[in-house]
């Protein structure tokens, strides 16, 4: 029986994730709706950092030590923008500029982020669907004592380092899913969280009004996979973004973010203590093996979430 | 005596030519105007062919084999752009995009083209005064069988294999000289016409209201390097051109065209039959080697032109 996946997708982490899920399933089954909040407009150019960070990746041009960006990039333009005085702390490699072009090209002639997001999926030669969340201005800005700064300058240019007093989703009340969003959360049999920050990467996808009402009435099954290990994050400014919220860093923390509509909660082996906590939040608990160091731990992840 | 020059520049001739001018007078005491007919847009960005060259030459980046484009340029961008199937037909280093992005940025932030000039020639430490010919709109069509094509399309993309039935300057009657440049022309001791395309580099610049007006009234001493020799062009499509206007291709044809306001015209001692004919027109005839294979050349070329 073909099984429909749907994938709700941030950046490095859900594409290493993503890696292995399309090992174990037919990736033409497979749609991976993507956070657009950290979308950024830069010298001119709308980046999407996570859509293009899955693109790469499921295309297989991804950069695998950084992460993000294409294998083999050169960063001439940011060195010459750097001489001419230009603030650029948000490194783009040369090819990677050809998809920010692009993207912005399509964008001003009035195509969809979603229909770009096609586009460039179908012509890196992508089998599996890659939706934007929204076609929507989507911004996640983080409230700092400073003010409220757009998310990529509190991670990129500032590092986290500000204290996080709140995060703010601008344009969210506005912001409709896109097309085929909804739909592929209701027609799948999986829906699977990746491992991606709950505030800044699940967090936007659910807030975009209608997605965490389909997820709610979808009949799939719905499995996360903790991206906190050990009160720790794997990659990324997760801790800082639930301390500053009020929140424990801990699994259990990310599993009570989602537990009104999920089943199946995936920890790591480091967290076997925190099982009996998440099951009284009504939800089934698998442990295992959850940092993805080689390309087998990502394959046998995957299967641990999709095995029945 | 301090000796004001103003150069009319088209691209790669000019350049080469400035090279050497620049070596014999104060570098300082140079203010060049530069054709803006071929700028174009090319992927959302602004693009000036000419006022780069001329900037990337005098602030000793350029690549000099190709005579355009910044020296160790790279072409990832170029290339990630064909194969996400985009048509780009026409060259844009990884180091010279950025050029091409912050003038963009400067110009939508409001700024006009001649202020963007200054301060990439600042920042790149040019001590010259490089003006565009005009900040508005102007824009060099070749009108084939075809139709009328954009001066890049005729030249890079089809590459200058359209019978010319015309030239059109699309904005001319609107066009203003930028600023400062008939001031340059009016305070100059000497102009110099760069050894450019008549039509498409000088014909441009001359075509902006006021600016030849400018020229029959300065006092300046006015000379012209042919840029055609022995009835060819060192390079670029100059005959094509001529001949497509009606024009006979020689250096009396270009003679003829400036010999409203010219004194000096510089030849090449290949064309010393055309010395007469082009005495005739009133103007006093230097005859040298304009053919600047080397630094040298460059050199001696210059000092014939600012010669007293």
Request: net charge positive; proline share 3%.
């Given at each position: 029986m073909t099984q429909l996946i749907t994938a709700l997708a941030g950046g490095v982490g859900a594409a290493r994730f993503l890696t292995g899920l399309v090992r174990v399933i037919e990736a033409e089954n497979l749609t991976i709706v993507v956070n657009t909040g950290d979308d950024v407009e830069m010298h001119g150019l709308h980046v999407s950092p996570d859509?293009?960070?899955?693109?790469y990746t499921l295309a297989g041009i991804v950069d695998t030590t950084r992460g993000w960006g294409i294998e083999g990039d050169t960063f001439h333009f940011l060195e010459m923008l750097k001489r001419l005085g230009v603030e650029a702390w948000f490194a783009?490699?040369?090819?990677?500029?050809?998809?920010?072009?692009?993207?912005?090209?399509?964008?001003?002639?009035?195509?969809?982020?979603s229909e770009v997001t096609?586009?460039?999926?179908?012509?890196?030669?992508?089998?599996?669907r890659i939706l934007p969340m929204t076609d929507d201005h989507f911004e996640t800005r983080i409230v700092t004592e400073h003010g409220a700064i757009h998310f990529q300058e509190y991670?990129?240019?500032?590092?986290?380092?500000?204290?996080?007093?709140?995060?703010?989703?601008?344009?969210?009340?506005?912001?409709?899913?896109?097309?085929?969003?909804?739909?592929a959360l209701r027609a799948a049999d999986l829906v699977v969280l990746c491992p991606?920050?709950?505030?800044?990467?699940?967090?936007?996808?659910?807030?975009?009004?209608?997605?965490?009402?389909?997820?709610?009435?979808?009949?799939?099954?719905?499995v996360a996979v903790s991206p906190i290990v050990a009160g720790a994050a794997i990659?990324?400014?997760?801790?800082?973004?639930?301390?500053?919220?009020?929140?424990?860093?801990?699994?259990?923390?990310?599993?009570?973010?989602?537990?009104?509509?999920?089943?199946?909660?995936?920890?790591?082996?480091a967290d076997l203590?925190?099982?009996?906590?998440?099951?009284k939040l009504g939800l089934e608990?698998?442990?295992?093996?959850?940092?993805?160091?080689?390309?087998?731990?990502?394959?046998?992840?995957?299967?641990?979430?999709?095995?029945?």
């Open positions: 859509l293009d960070i899955v693109t783009l490699g040369d090819k990677d500029l050809a998809t920010q072009i692009y993207r912005t090209t399509l964008l001003r002639q009035g195509k969809r982020l096609a586009t460039l999926a179908n012509v890196l030669g992508v089998n599996s991670l990129v240019k500032r590092q986290a380092q500000d204290r996080v007093l709140n995060v703010e989703f601008v344009g969210a009340d506005l912001a409709k899913p896109a097309p085929n969003v909804v739909e991606s920050n709950p505030i800044v990467s699940m967090g936007t996808i659910l807030s975009v009004k209608g997605i965490r009402d389909a997820l709610l009435r979808s009949e799939a099954r719905k990659k990324g400014p997760a801790p800082q973004l639930l301390r500053g919220l009020g929140m424990e860093v801990s699994a259990y923390s990310v599993a009570k973010l989602y537990s009104d509509f999920l089943d199946i909660f995936v920890i790591d082996n203590s925190e099982r009996e906590r998440i099951e608990v698998r442990v295992t093996n959850t940092i993805m160091r080689t390309f087998e731990d990502k394959v046998d992840l995957a299967k641990t979430v999709v095995e029945g």
